[in-house]
């Protein structure tokens, strides 16, 4: 019986160790100040902006449309640089060659450097309606709330995926920045947080969905006003395997760039 207990407690205890080494020691906003103003104040800011935009110039529902869009929105605005920085920081800061000199399981540490970006990701969605709740009065008595509830949760998981496949760029690439600034430009302008995504033609509809966000906002926006879930199902699936697909292409591109420092026997960026 010992052994079996040491045995199942062992990998679950490790992971929770990298999972909070890999958050307090490589997460730059990790301090009062940074992460306040990063993971409360900046949404706070931006649904103030769209939400009431929107309320004053358009109706209650734009303002109630523009709120859950931004509030999906600043997810992303949290999360994805929050897990990059996990790469880029393990890499400047030379441990990153330790650890591919380590037998340490490599699923293992992928997955832990997203696990407490996640719920930062969460607060600031709910930073954001409750700003617009006490601001516009957006109306919650019609919320299916199960519903609601996991169509955030599926979103929230989409965008740390996306989050994941940025993180090879953040090591292999020092600039990798500029490529992270790409992907969030993208999410507000075809995502449908702001911009209807019937305005744009077919082809960039489709593409639009190949986007955290695109297909997981529609579930958001239906069940927040009593839609069921399973109106929608499609999108809330669909939504489920964009993020599926982000996080295998990362963790490919991650074992991908190890095999690649490996046979140049440098993380140096000039030598790949």
Request: hydrophobic share 50%.
């Amino acid at each position: 019986m010992f052994i079996r207990e040491a045995t199942w407690e062992s990998p679950v205890r490790n992971f929770l160790i990298q999972v909070y080494t890999t958050y307090k020691g490589l997460f730059g906003w990790l301090n009062w100040f940074g992460y306040i103003s990063n993971v409360i104040f900046r949404p706070v800011v931006l649904v103030l902006i769209y939400s009431v935009l929107g309320r004053f110039s358009g109706s209650p529902e734009a303002g109630r449309s523009y709120a859950l869009g931004i509030g999906c929105f600043t997810m992303a605005m949290n999360v994805l640089p929050g897990i990059a920085q996990c790469y880029t920081y393990d890499r400047s800061g030379g441990t990153l060659s330790f650890f591919f000199a380590s037998p340490a399981n490599r699923l293992e540490s992928y997955l832990a450097r997203a696990v407490l970006h996640y719920p930062n990701g969460l607060l600031s969605f709910v930073s954001t309606l409750v700003t617009a709740w006490l601001v516009v009065g957006i109306d919650f008595s019609s919320v299916n709330w199960g519903g609601f509830i996991f169509a955030v949760l599926t979103t929230a998981l989409s965008i740390a995926a996306l989050g994941e496949f940025l993180g090879p760029f953040a090591i292999a690439f020092r600039d990798w920045s500029n490529i992270q600034n790409i992907l969030v430009g993208l999410i507000l302008i075809f995502s449908g947080v702001i911009i209807p995504l019937n305005v744009f033609p077919a082809p960039i509809q489709e593409f639009a969905r190949l986007l955290p966000i695109t297909n997981g906002l529609v579930s958001i926006r239906s069940t927040f006003i009593g839609a069921p879930l399973a109106e929608n199902s499609g999108y809330i699936v669909r939504e489920g395997l964009t993020g599926l697909a982000y996080f295998v292409l990362g963790y490919l591109g991650f074992g991908l760039f190890e095999k690649v420092a490996r046979k140049n026997g440098s993380l140096e960026q000039e030598s790949f």
